[in-house]
């Protein structure tokens, strides 16, 4: 999958399941690329939400949420990702 599918697939899947005002997605996958277990086929995502839905979450509750909801995108293809809420 390629980045720019991987960012809408996440961003429909997100919003179809959480009430967003806003998402962001940022590639950093350039950043990991001389380390030692890169996979080029996975990617390193910084993602920021500006939902009031999770915001009143606990950051866990949150994090466990976004993570349940991408559930196969993170085996196949996130390497790591890192959430920003507003």
Same mark, same amino acid.
């Given at each position: 999958?390629?980045?720019?599918?991987?960012?809408?697939?996440?961003?429909? $899947?997100?919003?179809?399941?959480?009430?967003?005002?806003?998402?962001?997605?940022?590639?950093?996958?350039?950043?990991?690329? $001389?380390?030692?277990?890169? @996979?080029?086929?996975?990617?390193?995502?910084?993602?920021?939400?500006?939902?009031?839905?999770?915001?009143?979450?606990?950051?866990?509750?949150?994090?466990?949420?976004?993570?349940?909801?991408?559930?196969?995108?993170?085996?196949?293809?996130?390497?790591?990702? @890192?959430?920003?809420? $507003?």
């Amino acid at each position: 999958m390629n980045i720019n599918d991987l960012n809408d697939t996440i961003k429909k $899947k997100i919003t179809n399941r959480v009430n967003i005002d806003e998402i962001i997605i940022e590639d950093k996958t350039h950043l990991h690329l $001389k380390h030692k277990n890169f @996979q080029k086929n996975k990617f390193h995502l910084k993602i920021f939400i500006k939902s009031k839905e999770l915001s009143s979450m606990s950051k866990i509750d949150s994090t466990k949420k976004i993570y349940s909801i991408l559930e196969l995108e993170l085996k196949k293809y996130i390497h790591s990702i @890192q959430i920003v809420l $507003k």
